[in-house]
């Protein structure tokens, strides 16, 4: 949804600042039964969404409302997305569709009100290593899934240790990094697997091409296949997010620093800020409440810093568009 004050729709709509955040939660353990009543606690508000990212969103709106628009010299828009947990869904359909072009972006993520001028992509792989199943007593007459998936994995530990010579000192870790996080094969114990398949994701530093680590996979599985003829593994990417990177003398940035009284930094988990640069914002990613509770039971935004975000807003709106 995008909603625009001081312009109407046209074929070259452009916007002096952009607020966005996403409508989305991921979802939530059925025994916690308040997920979705908000509970006011000491001082904090609790519900599935609170702190990622619907605290941002009310900040948004309330801040939005607290101002006479008409008086908006330049556009202001509020964004807001789908399907961000699941893959950034909705601001990439809005990159594709570019209705508007953008100067600045606030993108709404639970930072502590700590403005970040730059984030790690994120990446998904699908790595499926098959063999030839038989009786396990008889190996000869088999080829293990899973003894090759292991070569493969031992040889993506190789990758990630030589990514780490590729640094930006702003993050922590200050690298590329990878993880596989899911697992599975074979179909009993006495049977030698036929196949087996897992989950492989990497966060690229900015400036890193997001295909950097599937094109170093696909060498290593070519040197995989000269060692072992019979080798066969299948590689499905599903996700290739690019990181993003403001330049620190950006306006916007100097803005959020001196209105949060925090100097910018960066942050390791995807966000919709790249989305908003293909659209021609200097994009920043702030938001009320901490990342570490997000996505939990729990899951709460302290309301002081709720109405900090707030007055942030309205000052970011009242200085770039009045």
Partial sequence: MVALAGTDFSDATNVELALVGHTDTVPYDPDWAEATTLIEREGKLFARGACDTK????AALTSAAGLDLERLRKPLALIF???EEVGLMGAKRLAEARPLQARYSIVGEPTSLQPMCAGKGYCLAEVIVRGREGHSAYPALGASAIFRAAQVIVRIEKIAEDLKAGRHESFDPPYTTLNIGMI?????KNVIAGECRFTLEWRPIPGQPSNCVLDLLHMALKEEKKLDPGFEC??????????FEVPAD???VQLLERLSG???GTVAFGTEAAQMME?????????PGNIRVAHQTGEFVPIDELD???????QAIEFSCL
């Fill in 55 to 58: 605290g941002f969103i009310a």
């Fill in 81 to 83: 997305t789908a399907d």
């Fill in 184 to 188: 599975r094969g074979g179909i009993a």
């Fill in 234 to 243: 299948e590689v499905i990417a599903s996700r290739a997010d690019s990181g």
């Fill in 250 to 252: 950006s306006q916007i």
């Fill in 262 to 264: 925090k100097k910018a």
């Fill in 279 to 287: 659209l021609g914002a200097d994009a920043v990613v702030m938001g």
């Fill in 308 to 314: 900090r975000c707030v007055g942030i807003l309205k």
